[in-house]
């Protein structure tokens, strides 16, 4: 999104794989809208906490927490954890620090190069009726969006529903 609101002539269409323009909502409590001198305390801390463990072995206990959620299939939530425990944690905890703390809200009316969104649902939550309100509230100053959901997945849709996500992909293509 930000490289499509920099240089909109460089980009013909974004798609957009279970991503915010601000990633704090979530962290959020209900009704607040959060901004990134809000969150920005609480992402450093994130940041400094993941970045410590640096150098030393993966607590598995821990990697199960980094990972809960992210997948719902035990095969990809295990795939999860082993991506886990091989990533630099200094990266990881400045990606985190840098999705919590940049705000694309305000920069998505501008935004006219098309948006597809990509966005998981499951039984266990949130359920599509929960979902898709959700992601068409947060895109909605987009001028340019369309949504495609695949049930039954967590945040990594490609670990787990690779079909839908493939299919997802190809109708994008097109």
Do not use: C
Request: zero cysteines.
């Amino acid at each position: 999104m930000m490289l499509a609101k920099q240089h909109p002539a460089d980009v013909g269409r974004l798609m957009i794989v279970d991503s915010l323009p601000f990633f704090a909502v979530l962290m959020a409590p209900p009704g607040v809208d959060p901004t990134v001198a809000m969150v920005e305390p609480q992402a450093r801390t994130m940041r400094d906490r993941i970045a410590a463990a640096y150098g030393k072995p993966a607590d598995p206990a821990t990697l199960a927490a980094q990972t809960k959620g992210l997948a719902i299939k035990p095969d990809s939530i295990a795939t999860m954890q082993r991506w886990a425990a091989a990533a630099d944690a200094r990266v990881t905890g400045e990606a985190i620090y840098e999705d919590l703390t940049t705000d694309l809200r305000p920069a998505l009316a501008s935004i006219v190069t098309p948006i597809t969104v990509v966005y998981p649902w499951n039984a266990g939550g949130p359920t599509k009726e929960m979902a898709d309100p959700f992601y068409r509230r947060q895109y909605a100053a987009a001028p340019h969006v369309s949504f495609a959901d695949i049930g039954d997945s967590g945040h990594f849709v490609m670990l787990d529903q690779p079909a839908a996500f493939a299919a997802a992909v190809d109708a994008f293509l097109k």
